[in-house]
């Protein structure tokens, strides 16, 4: 079956445009995970949706990021008037929540770029 | 805090076995993991270990867990050029959330 695809896979902008990242989860994963992998540095986790609702949001950087989820399936992330810190790679990932272990299945990323 | 530390490379010869090592500072860690990132690819989930256990065993990868140090630890064995990427650690910290921690990943190459 599909993966977990992400668009764009790649976004260049201006400093100070708003950019909308989509991610479309694996068909019947009920959890959704937006991390950030900067140069350099590890996976940041960011905030992750069971269905529509975000139990966890305590990643998000600041006011300037924010996602939804709608219909238990795509969501999408925000980021508002970006800055050049904002670079980064974008990872979504989905899980079934089920299972002890609830493996996150990841996809490609969107790699944003801010001049 | 929440904090997972790896040190960032680490190159073997084909045929050796590799370590990769990992420390996390919370005591409340449910599950560990291990995920693969090769160039151009998506993370892959290698294997993961419950925090009441002290080792697992799978194929050539053995996952050694010392929670009362907090360190984690990678094996493969007969390691080959496939094997060459990065390497991240995570932990879920608790069950109250589903959220990973990652470490900064280790980047292991292999030379013939």
């Known amino acids: 079956g599909a993966g977990v695809s992400q668009s764009p896979s790649n976004k260049v902008t201006e400093k100070g445009k708003d950019v909308e990242l989509r991610c479309d989860p694996i068909?019947?994963?009920?959890?959704l995970y937006w991390y950030r992998q900067s140069l350099g540095q590890g996976l940041e986790f960011l905030i992750y949706?069971?269905?529509?609702?975000?139990?966890?949001k305590s990643g998000l950087p600041s006011d300037r990021f924010s996602a939804e989820r709608t219909g238990g399936s795509v969501s999408t992330l925000t980021i508002q008037r970006t800055q050049q810190e904002d670079s980064a790679v974008y990872l979504c990932?989905?899980?079934?929540?089920?299972?002890?272990?609830?493996?996150?299945?990841f996809g490609p990323g969107t790699r944003l770029t801010v001049l | 805090g929440e904090d997972v530390e790896q040190s960032l490379f680490l190159s073997v010869r084909e045929g050796d076995s590799s370590v990769i090592n990992c420390t996390y500072t919370?005591?409340?860690?449910?599950?560990l993991y291990w995920y693969k990132q090769e160039p151009g690819a998506g993370l892959q989930l290698l294997t993961y270990?419950?925090?009441?256990?002290d080792m697992k065993q799978d194929q050539r990868l053995t996952v050694l867990l010392n929670k009362k140090d907090k360190h984690l630890s990678l094996r493969i064995a007969d390691t080959q050029t496939g094997d060459s990427a990065i390497y991240f650690c995570?932990?879920?910290?608790?069950?109250?959330?589903?959220?990973?921690?990652f470490g900064t990943g280790t980047r292991l190459q292999v030379f013939p």
């Open positions: 990932a989905s899980s079934r929540r089920q299972g002890a272990n609830n493996e996150q299945f």
């Open positions: 068909s019947g994963h009920t959890a």
């Open positions: 949706f069971q269905g529509n609702s975000a139990p966890d």
């Open positions: 919370d005591s409340s860690s449910t599950y």
């Open positions: 270990i419950f925090s009441n256990m």
């Open positions: 995570a932990e879920r910290p608790s069950y109250n959330t589903d959220k990973l921690i």
